[in-house]
């Protein structure tokens, strides 16, 4: 800040004027996630009576079945006592027999009524259900934006913007890039697997249907297998995206999440997968659980994948001041700084990331590597008391 004969320079003055938008802009945002999360609070009270109220009616409806059933049962004896007192000759047996199978129907008819009634509230409520649900998840979405955008907003732009970072705002860039370049990748993905197997299998049935209009059904049914075994191909795919996007299971530690990594790799390209983890790892906080499962995540997909290997194997080890981790494998290996210069060309952001993540987390990642000879990764981490 510099000042001249005690007059303020316009170097100040639009610094001053800069942090009173940066403190409306704040306040403003601020506004729009409060209100959103008390949006998000009343469609998950919304969400829990559509689910109450869906689950009445549910047994209401097998309720009316029954009664239907029922009804049903007794229309039919009905009209076989009718037929019986026909017989008979008895007149007013015969009208009173009558008279009861026609109450009979009618009861039944009511019960068929209830039961399509109850029918068309269940689905109902099942759309009503489904749109809670949808706004909940947009809602999560926009307040997770505008928190990022409030904690950009939090930096001191009234310092020399070559100034260097603090480590907070450091962990905000580095966690933006991550994102951005996770969502390239993703999407470059989608494109290459799933959505290039789907245009096929589009073809596929175009060519089905083709060979049933010339009534040629095995060339057709033999079309149709193909496009199955496409759709159950991108299906596992979609899976496996799903995944990465959104690790099931660490919430109950490294073990499930693991398991299920194994498993899935396993099945999409048949590396035989195994881990063992030393310690406690429900001991550590949710965040550095993800951040750690992610570099291990990251780590065997380039090893199933570019690296083909046949078997990768993945050692954790937590203990009270540091953890580690290895993944070792024995596919093709490659050169890793060419692999680090060459990164941003290709578009292939997965070692980039590794260590982006590496770093947010205060660790040490080292790659050993060489073309033919397999890759280890090993990642370091000072707990220090933080992550428990």
Known sequence: MYRMGGCTLPGENF??????????????????????????EDERQRLD??????????????????????????YRNSRLELLA??????????KETYEKAMALMKARGACEEREKFL???????????????????????????FRIALNMLSFDFSEDSAAPLSPREEDIFTGLRLAERESISLARDLHDGPIQTFSATGLMMDLASEYLARNDFEKARLELARSRENLASALSDFRSFLFQLNPSGL???????????ASQSGKVKGTE????????ADTLSLPLRTAVFKIIQQAVLNAVGSGRAGKVRIAVS??????????ADDGVGFDVEKERREASARG?????????????????????????????????VPLNGRGK
């Open 15 to 40: 610094a001053l004027r800069l942090k009173e938008i940066q403190d409306k802009v704040s306040e403003s945002l601020q506004f729009s996630i409060d209100s959103i999360s008390a949006l998000r």
């Open 49 to 74: 009576e559509i689910r109450s109220r869906r689950e009445v009616v549910q047994k209401e409806i097998k309720e009316a079945i029954a009664s239907v059933d029922r009804a049903e049962k007794e």
């Open 85 to 94: 007192a026909s017989r008979t000759g008895n007149e007013q047996a015969e």
């Open 119 to 145: 029918s068309g509230q269940r689905e109902e409520l099942a759309r009503e259900e489904r749109r809670c649900e949808k706004m909940i998840a947009r809602s999560e979405e926009m307040g997770n934006r």
């Open 251 to 261: 919430k109950e530690g490294l073990d499930v999440a693991l398991s299920r990594l």
């Open 273 to 280: 997968v195994r881990y063992a983890v030393e310690g406690r």
């Open 318 to 327: 937590i203990g009270k001041e540091v953890l580690r981790v290895k993944v």
């Open 348 to 380: 292939s952001w997965g070692l980039v990331n590794m260590e982006a993540r590496a770093q947010t987390i205060r660790g040490e990642l080292s790659i050993e590597s060489e073309p033919g000879r397999g890759t280890v990764v090993s990642l370091t």
